[in-house]
């Protein structure tokens, strides 16, 4: 198991979350506790940069999923961009692509 960082670059009206490594079931903790640092009201569009993400597991998924329906009650919207190929392949498998925005590098 890898260590994952996070960085998170505020913006006027946009937060971007960047994470490199492993979203496994350690890393998608630490993505929840920054995710919920957020003040959603202020920031209602969350784009989640994927670029140097090797792996997402269920633990992943499902924090992506529960930030989705945080975000729905905020009227606030997330998106994922510059998934790689696995990455994609695996949001598409689980139909995440169904509820958010998802581009590939």
């Known amino acids: 198991m890898g260590n994952m960082e996070i960085k998170v670059i505020q ?3 946009r937060t971007t979350i960047r994470i ?3 979203l496994d079931e350690s890393g998608s903790d630490a993505l929840k506790r ?3 640092e957020l003040d959603l009201k202020k920031n209602p569009d969350v784009v989640f940069d994927f670029q140097a993400v090797t792996y997402i597991g269920s633990a992943g998924i ?4 529960l930030f989705y329906k945080e975000m729905f009650e905020a ?6 961009i510059n998934t790689n190929p696995t990455v994609y392949t695996m949001l598409k498998t689980v139909k ?3 509820i958010f925005s998802i581009s590939k590098i």
Do not use: P, T, Y
Request: net charge positive; with cysteine; aromatic share 10%.
């Open 34 to 36: 920054c995710f919920f």
């Open 11 to 13: 913006e006027a009206n």
């Open 20 to 22: 490199v490594g492993r």
């Open 75 to 80: 009227s606030g919207k997330i998106r994922i």
């Open 96 to 98: 995440l692509d169904s």
């Open 62 to 65: 499902g924090k992506l999923l």
